[in-house]
């Protein structure tokens, strides 16, 4: 193998070790975390400075601001966040993503093995997740800086290479030449904390003097402002096809790198002597990671104190650079709340899982309280609401279920979650079964109508008073789920004994009217199918209540006091 093919791969063999490591940290910090990542999110909904906070904890934990930002452009697709709690999120993720360039600083060459033998043998002997996760976590951690020496050591030739370091000269004295670099380098490679890893080991590479940076801060310093501005690319790709103020957040983390570039650039030179003057002092290549490391977490901070008070102008320049069209009327069998983009973050997916089952249960709400309308009425465009109604929650049942997979496949899940989420599609098939259910009613009702049959008053009455009955016990279902209201069970149960009370009620009272001839004998089927469909409704309701009350209230996935769950009374 030639020396440029060695360098080749081995820089990059090197950057996907790098790469692959700061994946795995990533979602072993997850899954270790476990808890505590669900209460840093909980902060995403709160006040502005504390979103800046929050996003700079999660971006620290996921390792990826991308990451963070793709999370947030989600939540405000689904409605769970507004577009300024989302821009501010932004603004603490670019402060997060620094966390990486900091610790890559650090001079621990002599210890990769051991952080690399020791997170093995935790992971390899401990059977606690939360322990096996933690040493994931230092095994990964291993591996980042086994991958940054490998490209340390193949990138060492190019420093005596007189044609490499010509090109890198021109970098070094043409900033926007090296702005470009560094956003290219970026989008290639889709993450910041990769490229900047690599501009740190490459700066540290000396020159001919065997003191001096091959690249110096002040080459370095554009590059890393085009790294920034690449990392939004990710943002704007996941903004694709969502909603406008998705689009929104995306451009706002856009504008929010490119106008740090475009403010930094003019004073690379005094920018890189402050930096030298408050990191540590030493022979240049022995220092430069660390000035690079600092360089970029100032840099973020300035432009996130710069732009904190400019909120308000941010949200209305985002809203003039996209604005309000036409508003279309939601397709009823799209998910208003799944965004696949953050699969790879499964607190935040269990939100949108959490809000899309609510959001199936109050079509299966509004379903119920139709049915009511066609047995009153027997009005056949209810009918057909009901039938469309139904479709559309078969389409989201299929949506939520795929999801789901994908969140389980993804192996990402703590064992909690797992086992919670698990529950969840528990709760699906109940709701889907009240849906199911409102269409058959509604449909044997409209048969016997179209046939030129109805009901007695006092059938309809019966019918009425019981479905009336059936929709406070689901409504009551949904409070339980909502907030673990145990209230609401008991509630439930009390409507139910009232429910089958009614049931029997109703057998005898038909079979006396068809006895006495004011109930025609051909509509003692319908009418009975529709008593069965009443009692398995008041089952579904039942599981509904004590799976809730069985540590599934929807409080572990949403945060009450974030507002992502809207309390409604109970019937």
């Known amino acids: 193998m030639s020396d440029v093919q060695e360098i080749i791969f081995g820089l990059f063999g090197g950057l996907a070790i790098f790469i692959f490591g700061m994946n795995l940290m990533s979602e072993c ?3 270790a975390a476990g808890e505590r990542m669900k209460q840093i999110l909980g902060l995403l909904t709160k006040k502005r400075l504390l979103g800046v906070l929050a996003g700079a904890l999660v971006t620290a934990v996921l390792q990826s601001s991308s990451a963070t930002t793709v999370m947030a452009i989600g939540f405000v697709s689904a409605g769970l966040m507004t577009l300024p709690q989302a821009i ?8 997060g993503t620094t966390i990486t360039a900091q610790i890559i600083a650090f001079k621990i060459t002599d210890y990769i093995y051991v952080f690399i033998f020791v997170g093995f043998i935790i992971s390899f002997v401990c059977k606690k997740e939360r322990i096996k996760n933690i040493g994931l976590t230092l095994f990964a951690f291993g591996l980042l800086f086994l991958g940054i020496e490998t490209m340390g050591s193949v990138m060492k030739p190019l420093a005596s290479s007189p044609v490499f370091t010509s090109m890198i000269e021109q970098v070094a004295h043409i900033p926007v030449l090296g702005v470009l670099v560094g956003t290219l380098m970026t989008l290639v490679v889709q993450s910041s904390s990769a490229t900047i890893a690599v501009l740190q080991n490459f700066a540290s590479q000396a020159g001919a003097d065997g003191v001096t940076s091959i690249l ?17 690319i990710t943002a704007l790709l996941a903004s694709i096809g969502q909603s406008k103020d998705a689009k929104r957040t995306a451009v706002a983390h856009s504008l929010f790198n490119i106008s740090g570039a475009l403010l930094f650039i003019w004073f690379i030179k005094p920018y890189a002597a402050l930096i030298q003057s408050i990191s540590p002092s030493g022979a240049e290549v022995d220092v430069i990671s660390r000035q690079i490391a600092n360089a970029h977490t100032i840099f973020n901070i300035t432009m996130t104190v710069l732009w904190i008070p400019l909120l308000g102008f941010m949200v209305k320049l985002v809203m003039k650079l996209i604005p309000d069209g036409k508003q279309e009327e939601a397709d009823p069998a799209v998910p208003l709340y799944l965004d696949k983009n953050v ?9 949108l899982v959490a809000k899309e ?17 066609t047995v009153t009425s027997g009005d056949t465009q209810v009918l057909n609401r009901v039938r469309e109604y139904g479709k559309a929650m078969e389409a989201l049942q299929v949506e939520i279920n795929e ?3 994908d969140l ?6 703590t064992e909690q979650q797992a086992t919670q989420t698990a529950k969840l599609m528990y709760v699906l098939s109940d709701v889907d079964r009240m849906s199911s259910l409102s269409v058959e009613m509604a449909e044997t009702v409209q048969e016997k109508l179209d046939k030129g049959y109805n009901y007695s008053e006092e059938a309809i009455r019966d019918l009425t008073e019981s479905l009336k009955q059936i929709e406070k016990m689901y409504m009551n279902a949904l409070m339980a789920l909502s907030d673990g209201d145990e209230e609401a069970l008991k509630k439930i149960i009390k409507h139910k004994d009232e429910v089958l009370d009614l049931d029997i009620k109703m057998r005898k009272s038909h079979m006396r009217r068809v006895t006495e001839g004011t109930c025609k ?3 003692t089927a319908p009418f009975m199918r529709i008593l069965h469909c009443i009692d398995r409704m008041g089952n579904s309701c039942v599981n509904l209540a004590e799976v809730a009350m069985n540590q599934l209230s929807f409080e572990y996935f949403i945060t009450q006091d974030g507002g992502f769950v809207e309390k409604r009374g109970t019937a």
Do not use: R, W
């Open 408 to 413: 389980f496949s993804s192996g990402v899940l």
């Open 216 to 232: 110096g801060l002040t080459g370095a310093i554009p590059i890393l402002l085009g790294d920034n501005i690449g990392t939004t």
């Open 403 to 405: 999801y789901l997979a």
């Open 88 to 95: 501010s999120i932004i603004f603490g993720a670019n402060i």
């Open 357 to 373: 089952t609510l959001h199936c249960g109050e079509i299966a709400k509004d379903m119920l309280h139709d049915v009511l309308g």
């Open 29 to 31: 910090l997850q899954k």
């Open 521 to 523: 004998k051909s509509l």
């Open 343 to 351: 699969l790879s973050q499964p607190a935040a997916a269990l939100k």
